[in-house]
């Protein structure tokens, strides 16, 4: 059974930090693509950074860039996102997907919620001014 568990999000103030950790387990971590997405009330599942679990590349939507850092612990099957410089529109529950179950996923594709099989459960971040 496939389980992605986050944790590590919480409230900060503008300008603060928080790393967001995703465990994974059943699952073969290192031939995937993981991303972190995240969705605020009224607003549609957004993707925010991913990575090629096995080449480490890595891609961030234009509205984290710089801020946010995408990267993988494959020994111990953990995927983390360090959110630096948080503004109050980064609230939101940030969730970490995986797959696809076979093949890739393109980078057009990335940011899609589609192509993911498997989720966590989403860990809430909330930003305040």
């Known amino acids: 059974q496939v389980q992605l568990v986050e944790s590590g999000g919480g409230s900060v103030q503008t300008g603060g930090s928080l790393r967001l950790s995703c465990a994974a387990s059943?699952?073969?971590?290192?031939?995937?693509?993981m991303a972190w997405f995240r969705q605020a009330p009224g607003k549609e599942r957004e993707g925010v950074a991913s990575?090629?679990?096995?080449?480490?590349?890595?891609y961030y939507a234009d509205s984290v860039k710089g801020r946010f850092t995408i990267s993988q612990d494959n020994a111990k099957n953990t995927l983390y996102l360090q959110m630096n410089s948080l503004k109050p529109e980064d609230t939101a529950m940030y969730y970490c997907?995986?797959?696809?179950?076979?093949?890739?996923?393109?980078?057009?594709?990335?940011?899609?919620?589609?192509?993911?099989?498997?989720w966590g459960q989403g860990t809430q971040v909330t930003v305040s001014s």
């Open positions: 059943g699952y073969t971590y290192s031939r995937n693509v």
């Open positions: 990575i090629y679990t096995r080449s480490g590349i890595t």
């Open positions: 997907a995986g797959g696809p179950d076979g093949g890739s996923i393109g980078t057009r594709d990335l940011f899609s919620p589609w192509p993911y099989n498997y």
